[in-house]
Protein backbone atom coordinates (compact mmCIF):
# COMPACT_ATOMS: atom_id res chain seq x y z
CA UNK A 1 0.00 0.00 0.00
CA UNK A 2 3.32 2.40 1.07
CA UNK A 3 4.79 1.56 -2.29
CA UNK A 4 1.63 2.58 -4.52
CA UNK A 5 1.01 5.75 -2.56
CA UNK A 6 4.45 6.91 -2.91
CA UNK A 7 4.19 6.30 -6.36
CA UNK A 8 1.03 8.12 -6.92
CA UNK A 9 2.53 11.04 -4.88
CA UNK A 10 5.78 10.83 -7.53
CA UNK A 11 3.38 10.95 -10.76
CA UNK A 12 1.83 13.98 -9.20
CA UNK A 13 5.20 15.51 -8.72
CA UNK A 14 6.01 14.81 -12.56
CA UNK A 15 3.04 15.79 -14.28
CA UNK A 16 2.95 19.06 -11.88
CA UNK A 17 6.44 19.95 -13.12
CA UNK A 18 6.02 18.86 -16.79
CA UNK A 19 2.96 21.92 -16.56
CA UNK A 20 5.26 24.24 -14.97
CA UNK A 21 8.26 23.99 -17.78
CA UNK A 22 4.93 24.35 -20.10
CA UNK A 23 3.53 26.82 -19.17
CA UNK A 24 7.06 28.96 -18.13
CA UNK A 25 7.80 27.90 -22.14
CA UNK A 26 4.67 29.83 -23.46
CA UNK A 27 5.05 32.42 -21.32
CA UNK A 28 8.75 32.86 -22.85
CA UNK A 29 7.93 32.14 -26.32
CA UNK A 30 5.71 35.40 -26.17
CA UNK A 31 8.75 37.30 -25.08
CA UNK A 32 10.91 35.73 -28.17
CA UNK A 33 11.96 38.51 -30.26
CA UNK A 34 13.59 37.80 -33.81
CA UNK A 35 16.96 38.40 -34.57
CA UNK A 36 15.75 40.44 -37.32
CA UNK A 37 14.20 42.83 -34.85
CA UNK A 38 16.20 45.61 -33.11
CA UNK A 39 15.58 47.88 -30.66
CA UNK A 40 16.30 51.52 -31.72
CA UNK A 41 15.17 53.70 -28.62
CA UNK A 42 19.00 54.65 -28.59
CA UNK A 43 18.84 55.69 -31.97
CA UNK A 44 15.51 57.10 -33.10
CA UNK A 45 16.09 60.68 -33.56
CA UNK A 46 12.12 60.92 -32.71
CA UNK A 47 11.84 60.93 -28.92
CA UNK A 48 8.44 58.61 -28.19
CA UNK A 49 7.32 59.14 -24.97
CA UNK A 50 6.47 55.62 -22.73
CA UNK A 51 3.30 54.81 -22.44
CA UNK A 52 3.58 53.82 -18.60
CA UNK A 53 0.51 52.56 -17.32
CA UNK A 54 1.22 51.30 -13.55
CA UNK A 55 -1.47 49.66 -11.81
CA UNK A 56 -3.41 51.93 -9.79
CA UNK A 57 -3.31 50.81 -6.19
CA UNK A 58 -7.45 51.00 -4.56
CA UNK A 59 -7.40 52.62 -1.11
CA UNK A 60 -8.53 50.48 1.80
CA UNK A 61 -12.58 51.65 0.96
CA UNK A 62 -12.34 51.40 -2.73
CA UNK A 63 -10.88 47.90 -2.01
CA UNK A 64 -13.48 46.84 0.51
CA UNK A 65 -16.08 47.88 -2.36
CA UNK A 66 -14.47 46.40 -4.89
CA UNK A 67 -14.22 43.00 -3.37
CA UNK A 68 -18.10 43.50 -2.21
CA UNK A 69 -18.87 43.54 -6.03
CA UNK A 70 -20.42 39.88 -7.43
CA UNK A 71 -18.59 41.19 -10.67
CA UNK A 72 -14.91 41.64 -10.70
CA UNK A 73 -13.75 45.47 -11.45
CA UNK A 74 -10.61 46.51 -13.16
CA UNK A 75 -11.76 49.39 -14.79
CA UNK A 76 -8.89 51.93 -13.56
CA UNK A 77 -11.06 55.15 -13.71
CA UNK A 78 -13.48 53.48 -11.83
CA UNK A 79 -11.25 52.43 -9.42
CA UNK A 80 -9.48 56.23 -9.48
CA UNK A 81 -13.52 57.00 -8.67
CA UNK A 82 -13.87 54.67 -5.27
CA UNK A 83 -10.02 55.92 -4.22
CA UNK A 84 -11.49 60.02 -4.45
CA UNK A 85 -14.38 58.72 -2.17
CA UNK A 86 -15.28 58.82 1.27
CA UNK A 87 -18.20 57.36 3.23
CA UNK A 88 -18.99 58.01 6.68
CA UNK A 89 -21.46 55.26 8.57
CA UNK A 90 -22.34 55.36 12.06
CA UNK A 91 -23.44 51.43 13.50
CA UNK A 92 -26.33 53.26 15.57
CA UNK A 93 -27.78 54.18 11.84
CA UNK A 94 -30.69 52.07 12.00
CA UNK A 95 -32.94 52.01 9.10
CA UNK A 96 -30.65 54.27 6.87
CA UNK A 97 -30.64 53.06 3.18
CA UNK A 98 -29.75 54.71 -0.09
CA UNK A 99 -28.29 53.47 -3.13
CA UNK A 100 -26.61 55.93 -5.73
CA UNK A 101 -26.02 55.55 -9.47
CA UNK A 102 -22.19 55.89 -10.33
CA UNK A 103 -22.71 54.99 -14.18
CA UNK A 104 -22.18 52.40 -16.72
CA UNK A 105 -19.02 51.44 -17.00
CA UNK A 106 -16.08 48.99 -18.91
CA UNK A 107 -16.12 47.46 -15.94
CA UNK A 108 -12.90 44.93 -16.67
CA UNK A 109 -10.91 43.15 -19.98
CA UNK A 110 -10.41 39.36 -20.65
CA UNK A 111 -7.72 38.66 -22.96
CA UNK A 112 -8.02 35.49 -24.88
CA UNK A 113 -5.42 35.90 -27.61
CA UNK A 114 -2.29 37.52 -27.46
CA UNK A 115 -0.01 37.56 -30.84
CA UNK A 116 2.47 39.21 -32.92
CA UNK A 117 3.17 40.77 -36.31
CA UNK A 118 6.74 41.76 -37.14
CA UNK A 119 5.87 43.24 -40.08
CA UNK A 120 2.67 45.24 -39.25
CA UNK A 121 3.43 48.01 -41.14
CA UNK A 122 6.18 48.86 -44.19
CA UNK A 123 8.12 52.11 -43.07
CA UNK A 124 11.10 52.55 -44.83
CA UNK A 125 13.15 50.95 -47.62
CA UNK A 126 16.94 51.57 -48.35
CA UNK A 127 18.71 50.22 -52.06
CA UNK A 128 21.97 49.60 -52.92
CA UNK A 129 22.79 49.18 -56.49
CA UNK A 130 26.11 46.91 -56.57
CA UNK A 131 26.06 45.44 -60.40
CA UNK A 132 28.96 47.19 -62.00
CA UNK A 133 31.44 46.62 -58.93
CA UNK A 134 34.11 44.48 -58.42
CA UNK A 135 33.83 43.78 -54.88
CA UNK A 136 30.49 43.43 -52.55
CA UNK A 137 29.22 46.61 -51.04
CA UNK A 138 27.93 47.42 -47.85
CA UNK A 139 24.40 48.69 -46.95
CA UNK A 140 22.52 50.01 -43.51
CA UNK A 141 19.64 50.87 -42.30
CA UNK A 142 18.51 55.11 -42.84
CA UNK A 143 15.17 55.49 -41.88
CA UNK A 144 14.41 58.22 -45.51
CA UNK A 145 11.34 60.24 -43.48
CA UNK A 146 9.43 60.27 -40.41
CA UNK A 147 6.78 57.36 -40.05
CA UNK A 148 3.83 57.51 -37.39
CA UNK A 149 2.32 53.89 -36.37
CA UNK A 150 -0.96 54.17 -35.37
CA UNK A 151 -2.58 51.44 -33.75
CA UNK A 152 -6.78 51.07 -32.78
CA UNK A 153 -9.16 49.34 -31.71
CA UNK A 154 -10.97 47.05 -34.07
CA UNK A 155 -14.25 47.27 -33.56
CA UNK A 156 -16.73 50.48 -32.10
CA UNK A 157 -17.18 49.72 -28.46
CA UNK A 158 -18.63 52.19 -25.49
CA UNK A 159 -15.74 53.84 -23.61
CA UNK A 160 -12.94 53.35 -25.82
CA UNK A 161 -10.62 54.74 -24.07
CA UNK A 162 -10.97 53.27 -21.33
CA UNK A 163 -11.15 49.82 -23.33
CA UNK A 164 -7.88 50.81 -24.80
CA UNK A 165 -6.38 51.42 -21.26
CA UNK A 166 -7.30 48.06 -20.00
CA UNK A 167 -6.52 46.24 -23.31
CA UNK A 168 -3.45 47.80 -23.18
CA UNK A 169 -2.55 46.98 -19.78
CA UNK A 170 -3.05 43.46 -20.34
CA UNK A 171 -0.62 43.10 -23.71
CA UNK A 172 2.07 44.80 -21.88
CA UNK A 173 2.09 42.24 -18.79
CA UNK A 174 1.93 39.28 -21.35
CA UNK A 175 4.39 40.23 -23.56
CA UNK A 176 6.90 42.35 -21.23
CA UNK A 177 7.31 44.97 -24.32
CA UNK A 178 7.17 48.20 -24.64
CA UNK A 179 3.75 48.67 -26.43
CA UNK A 180 1.96 52.37 -27.61
CA UNK A 181 -1.05 52.92 -29.36
CA UNK A 182 0.95 55.22 -31.62
CA UNK A 183 4.69 54.91 -31.90
CA UNK A 184 7.24 57.66 -34.46
CA UNK A 185 10.43 56.49 -36.12
CA UNK A 186 12.08 59.70 -37.23
CA UNK A 187 13.99 60.44 -40.31
CA UNK A 188 17.54 60.15 -40.06
CA UNK A 189 17.44 56.90 -37.77
CA UNK A 190 20.16 54.43 -37.97
CA UNK A 191 21.68 51.71 -37.19
CA UNK A 192 25.27 49.75 -37.60
CA UNK A 193 24.34 46.67 -38.11
CA UNK A 194 26.05 45.53 -41.87
CA UNK A 195 24.09 44.23 -44.87
CA UNK A 196 26.39 42.56 -47.85
CA UNK A 197 25.22 43.14 -51.31
CA UNK A 198 26.84 40.70 -53.59
CA UNK A 199 29.06 41.73 -56.69
CA UNK A 200 26.23 42.00 -59.69
CA UNK A 201 23.56 42.22 -57.40
CA UNK A 202 20.44 44.70 -56.05
CA UNK A 203 20.27 44.87 -52.35
CA UNK A 204 16.90 46.06 -50.59
CA UNK A 205 16.90 46.42 -47.18
CA UNK A 206 13.33 47.03 -45.81
CA UNK A 207 12.10 47.94 -42.33
CA UNK A 208 8.66 47.09 -40.84
CA UNK A 209 7.32 48.41 -37.75
CA UNK A 210 5.81 45.55 -35.61
CA UNK A 211 2.55 45.14 -33.56
CA UNK A 212 0.95 43.35 -30.66
CA UNK A 213 -2.85 42.06 -31.80
CA UNK A 214 -4.86 41.71 -28.78
CA UNK A 215 -8.20 40.05 -29.04
CA UNK A 216 -10.71 38.98 -25.98
CA UNK A 217 -14.05 40.55 -24.01
CA UNK A 218 -15.32 43.34 -22.72
CA UNK A 219 -17.55 43.12 -19.22
CA UNK A 220 -20.04 45.75 -19.20
CA UNK A 221 -22.26 47.00 -16.51
CA UNK A 222 -24.39 49.69 -14.47
CA UNK A 223 -22.76 50.74 -11.24
CA UNK A 224 -24.59 51.40 -8.15
CA UNK A 225 -22.99 52.44 -4.42
CA UNK A 226 -25.83 50.73 -1.39
CA UNK A 227 -25.45 52.06 1.95
CA UNK A 228 -27.65 50.59 4.44
CA UNK A 229 -27.07 51.19 7.82
CA UNK A 230 -23.24 50.61 8.28
CA UNK A 231 -22.65 48.46 5.34
CA UNK A 232 -21.63 49.82 2.33
CA UNK A 233 -21.34 47.79 -0.74
CA UNK A 234 -20.76 48.03 -4.82
CA UNK A 235 -23.65 46.18 -6.79
CA UNK A 236 -23.40 45.44 -11.08
CA UNK A 237 -26.40 45.26 -12.68
CA UNK A 238 -27.32 44.77 -16.34
CA UNK A 239 -24.24 43.02 -17.03
CA UNK A 240 -22.97 42.57 -20.74
CA UNK A 241 -19.97 41.26 -22.87
CA UNK A 242 -18.47 42.45 -25.96
CA UNK A 243 -15.29 40.80 -28.24
CA UNK A 244 -12.93 43.33 -28.96
CA UNK A 245 -9.77 43.06 -31.01
CA UNK A 246 -6.93 46.09 -31.13
CA UNK A 247 -3.71 46.65 -32.71
CA UNK A 248 -0.66 47.75 -30.69
CA UNK A 249 2.61 48.87 -32.22
CA UNK A 250 6.07 48.18 -30.14
CA UNK A 251 7.63 50.80 -29.43
CA UNK A 252 10.88 51.81 -30.85
CA UNK A 253 11.81 48.61 -32.95
CA UNK A 254 12.43 47.93 -36.36
CA UNK A 255 11.81 44.29 -38.30
CA UNK A 256 14.51 43.79 -40.81
CA UNK A 257 13.86 41.94 -43.87
CA UNK A 258 16.98 41.76 -46.57
CA UNK A 259 16.57 40.40 -50.34
CA UNK A 260 18.88 40.44 -53.17
CA UNK A 261 18.25 40.04 -56.61
CA UNK A 262 20.08 40.46 -60.48
CA UNK A 263 17.77 43.72 -60.80
CA UNK A 264 15.91 45.91 -59.78
CA UNK A 265 12.04 45.30 -58.64
Not at 92 to 98: C, E, H, K, L, P
Request: charged share 25%.
Amino acid sequence: MKKIILTAIFLVICLSTVSYAEEKNESKDQMDIPNSVMDISKDNTYPNPTDDLPRLQPSELAQELIESSEVKIENPDLILQLNESSITTSPVAIGYRATIYLGHWALRYDSNETATNWEYKKINTNFTDNRGAKTQSQMHYTQKKQEKVTGGLTAKVPYEEDVKKMMLQRAMEKTELPLSFETVIGTGTKKDQVYNVPVKKVGYLYGYAPAVNEKGKVTYGEVYLRLKGSKKEVIVKNVTQQGIGAWIPIQDHVSFGFVTSDQPK
